[in-house]
């Protein structure tokens, strides 16, 4: 048996009721005074690019709160971690919120990690804000009540991209070829694209679906050449995105390309002589509104480059989490859903504010076409984009782009 | 038609396989010579990819792709010299774990030096496009690469069998023991065989720079390719690797055209099916040492 000396013991002793007395009390009010955020996004994998914008723009605008006396005089506690993949992202959020006590989650990109997710909070009574998967499914068939869905849904993408393309006659009588990412946003991304061939009189001649990992494209050009379409659309994601269009070019096929889904952080990785088309977008950093561009200016001041759609989409996001539990001053799940449930409206830097749709929790918002600017036109590598007119147009209901009730298969339980 | 197409799939999966060839090459030739597996060949890939991207803003395309594989072989010789020589006779299992770890350093200095977001570049106007030769599409830029791996392989293949430099670091494969007793050091010769592995990987990485996501984890993502070709070939085999790479890019091609949904996953069942029937790979050599 090891014997301490007396005084060591009592020293020792000393120190743990000393703590106890000034130490540990302090602890537990600090803690008592902080609101615990979960935040989950890939940092990894094809979709990695992009969600490093993601967790740059959920730490300012947590810094911001902070600075600014943050949430119910309480600092946020961001807990900012990568989900690597749908299981693993499961059991970040299972750990969030058991141990780590977060009050809500917010992140992900993957479809396929949100459906996790989504699945997670279910269990735990806890909402979480899906910001950047788009798959019609989620919130669709997928959907529950403590899910929040940030993005535009693939049908809208769809629809912003298509109109715009009709408008350049390049829809109706025209031979589509389709190259589709393998996974449950890309097939739900193809679903929606055949619904608006359908209902426009296009022909889908062919569709590849293509892994996730895949980083080389030739084979599947091989096949669009023997195909012989009239446009190449992209349903793609992530990096697939920034392949394909560099390997596009590189092979200089006389089709069109265009796409259904396009983040400018893979435009920006492609480079300004590779992309050309008509493309869909959330948000870019030149829409010229106020809090818009006090965003681009905190974000590119801290970061040394300006922020790409989901770094955007992270930051309202919790802004609007923010002002959300400011107003309820709650953060009780049920509270906040009623709140939200409300359609209660948010300045998330567009012309029209925004609103999470009671049925679905789709934020309703609008979303923009692009065309690709010339290169002897680009103020710096970050300018590549032309923004279409918003979508719908401004004398539409938002709601116009949106799947309906009965197109939209989503029933909330209790 | 159909066959035509086929035969069109399988032209552009020897192309691609020659691709491969620039990174599976090297990771063979150092396991052969000093016994590591080298977790960290992927990071001189995407060293080559990063340091030519830089280079092609200042100096141009040519003078990246001839410059930046001999950068990133010099930072070979500190590799060899200060990390991998101490673990030719130490058990695998350290040179494993170094060579990951190193890897993953690796990777976040590039996120360090240069961000997560990727860089970019493009292919000179020269090579874009594409070339029709019978009823076959080529990309201009990819024959070029083709052109050049082919040059390489036959100068590597001169290297190993018609210089007294080959001679050794053959013998060194074989019996390096009595390379030793012959009074050759055989150090020197494995600074030279990871100078020429690692600046083929940059190679490799400086030539699909403009054609693919310029990104931290880029030489993560090209090891597994580089591994499942190594293996399919045979650890120690030239030729092996050879072989094999052309074989995985033909496969994936044949794949993807009668089921492109299955087009990554063919090279997996590929490699299980080889090693089935030959555990040790295709062409691979019985060595001694590694008994």
Redesign the interface.
């Given at each position: 048996m090891i014997r301490y000396p007396r005084r060591t013991l009592l020293r020792a002793g000393a120190a743990f009721v000393g703590a106890s007395a000034f130490g540990f009390p302090a602890i537990v009010k600090a803690q008592a005074e902080r609101i615990r955020i979960g935040h989950l996004t890939p940092l990894t994998g094809f979709l990695g690019v992009i969600g490093s914008y993601a967790q740059l723009g959920v730490k300012l605008a947590a810094e911001e709160i902070n600075a600014s006396g943050g949430i119910l005089g309480k600092r946020i506690d961001l807990l900012s971690e990568d989900s690597i993949n749908p299981a693993t992202a499961a059991t970040k959020a299972q750990r969030m919120l058991e141990q780590d006590g977060a009050v809500v989650l917010l992140g992900e990109i993957s479809s396929a990690s949100s459906l996790t997710i989504m699945q997670v909070a279910e269990r735990n009574k806890k909402v979480f804000f899906s910001t950047g998967a788009r798959s019609d499914a989620l919130r669709g068939k997928n959907c529950n009540k403590y899910a929040f869905h940030c993005d535009i849904p693939n049908t809208v993408m769809v629809n912003a991209v298509g109109t715009a393309l009709s408008q350049q006659g390049m829809v109706k009588g025209k031979k589509f070829f389709t190259l589709t990412a393998d996974y449950i946003f890309g097939h739900d991304l193809l679903k929606a694209a055949k619904a608006f061939f359908g209902t426009h009189e296009a022909n889908l001649i062919g569709d590849e679906l293509i892994a996730t990992d895949a980083t080389d494209f030739s084979p599947y050009l091989l096949k669009v050449r023997q195909a012989k379409p009239d446009v190449v659309c992209c349903n793609l994601a992530g990096n697939q995105v920034t392949n394909l269009v560099k390997q596009y070019a590189e092979f200089g096929l006389p089709y069109p390309l265009v796409g259904f889904n396009l983040n400018t952080g893979d435009a920006w990785a492609a480079g300004a002589g590779n992309l050309g088309g008509t493309w869909p977008t959330v948000w870019y950093h030149t829409l010229n509104n106020p809090t818009s561009q006090a965003f681009v200016a905190a974000f590119s001041k801290k970061y040394g480059k300006p922020p790409e759609n989901h770094a955007w989409i992270d930051y309202v996001t919790l802004k609007l989490l923010a002002e959300a539990i400011n107003t309820t001053k709650s953060t009780e799940s049920n509270e906040l859903i009623a709140y939200f449930e409300k359609q209660a409206q948010f300045d998330i830097g567009k012309a029209r504010k925004a609103y999470f749709r009671s049925w679905d929790h789709q934020l309703v918002q609008e979303a923009y076409p692009f065309t690709v600017k010339p290169k002897d036109q680009m103020k710096d590598q970050w300018d590549m984009l032309v923004l279409g007119d918003a979508v719908p147009g401004a004398g539409d209901p938002l709601e116009t782009i949106y799947p309906t009730k009965e197109q939209n298969p989503c029933e909330m339980k209790a | 038609m159909q066959f035509e197409?086929l035969l069109?799939?399988v032209v552009?999966?020897l192309?691609?396989g020659g691709y491969y060839l620039l990174i599976a090459l090297g990771l063979s030739l150092i396991f052969s010579v000093g016994g590591i597996v080298n977790l960290a060949h992927g990071a001189f890939y995407a060293l080559g990819a990063y340091v030519s991207v830089e280079l092609t803003r200042r100096l141009g395309f040519g003078a990246s792709v001839a410059i930046s594989p001999f950068a990133v072989a010099l930072l070979g010789i500190l590799f060899e010299r200060f990390i991998l020589r101490r673990f030719y006779s130490a058990d695998p299992i350290l040179s494993l774990l170094v060579t990951f770890g190193l890897a993953m350093v690796a990777e976040q200095a590039i996120r360090m030096i240069w961000?997560?977001?990727?860089?970019?570049?493009?292919?000179p106007q020269s090579f874009?496009?594409?070339v029709i030769v019978g009823d076959f599409?080529f990309?201009r830029?990819?024959l070029l690469i083709l052109a050049v791996v082919a040059a390489i392989l036959l100068g590597i293949w001169l290297l190993l069998q018609k210089t007294s430099f080959g001679r050794v670091v053959r013998a060194g494969i074989q019996r390096p023991d009595m390379v030793a007793a012959l009074g050759i050091r055989l150090q020197p010769y494995m600074t030279g065989i990871v100078m020429l592995g690692v600046g083929m990987a940059a190679l490799g990485g400086a030539f699909f720079a403009?054609?693919?996501?310029?990104?931290p984890?880029m030489g993560a993502?090209i090891m597994t390719i580089a591994f499942v070709v190594v293996v399919i070939g045979g650890l120690g085999s030239f030729w092996g690797v050879v072989i094999s790479a052309l074989l995985v890019g033909v496969v994936?091609?044949i794949a993807?055209?009668f089921e492109?949904?299955a087009?990554?996953?063919s090279i997996y069942i590929l490699m299980f099916l080889v090693l089935l029937v030959r555990p040790r790979g295709l062409l691979g050599e019985r060595i001694e040492k590694f008994e």
């Open positions: - | 197409f069109e799939q552009n999966g192309v691609l961000g997560a977001a990727p860089v970019s570049t493009e292919i874009r496009g594409s599409l990309s830029y990819r403009p054609i693919t996501t310029v990104h984890a993502e994936r091609g993807i055209h492109p949904a087009g990554e996953a």
